[in-house]
């Protein structure tokens, strides 16, 4: 029996202003190093044999925030959060009025949409996924990682595929728990803290 303990990474600027960031790498602000703080101070009754991030800053920095054993961290690209492509860097309205086809297509086919030089949600939950299974689930793994990575991953285990991706309100620095009985998840816990 072993747990999958995601973690979202702590408040950047560009969470205040609502910009679709995906790949592009803020770094924590002073809200942020606080929910990392907080996180922290939650995981100290929660065990984990090893520590996962994704390789941006907002989580490598939450990362260092929440280790309290001091273990390695071991970084992967697979858990970096969507790559909106072309959005990247903008807000709804802006990618409203400069990609409206885009937006439009966006909305009615969310699943596959791939966000020009970008990925589809479908093709993230797959990377997502390949690292979970990855994993020896009978131990006890922490990752740090984003809204979308968690989001795909919960939806993957407690729905078909994408069904509940927009169903599961994580926060940032929020703190979710898969525990795995013989293979089979088990939600313990959602936004704990």
Known sequence: MGK????????????????????????????GIE???????????I?????????LKRTRETAILINYLERDIILDKRVRELNFGIFEGLSYQEIQERYPLEAKESAENWKNFNFITGESP??????????VESLD????NLVVTHWGVINCILSWYF??????????????????????VDNFPILKGLNIG
């Open 47 to 55: 065990p984990y044999d090893k520590i996962y991030s994704s390789d």
């Open 122 to 131: 479908r093709d993230l939950q797959k990377r997502a996924i390949d690292f």
């Open 35 to 45: 929910q990392g703080k907080k996180a922290r101070d939650i995981l100290k009754n």
């Open 159 to 180: 729905s078909n595929e994408l069904d509940s991706y927009w169903k599961y309100s994580v926060e940032n620095g929020g703190v979710c728990i898969i525990e795995f």
């Open 137 to 140: 689930l009978s131990k006890d």
């Open 4 to 31: 999958l303990i995601l973690v979202r990474h702590g408040q950047t600027d560009m969470n205040i202003e609502n910009i679709y960031f995906g790949w592009l790498d803020p770094e924590l602000n002073s809200n």
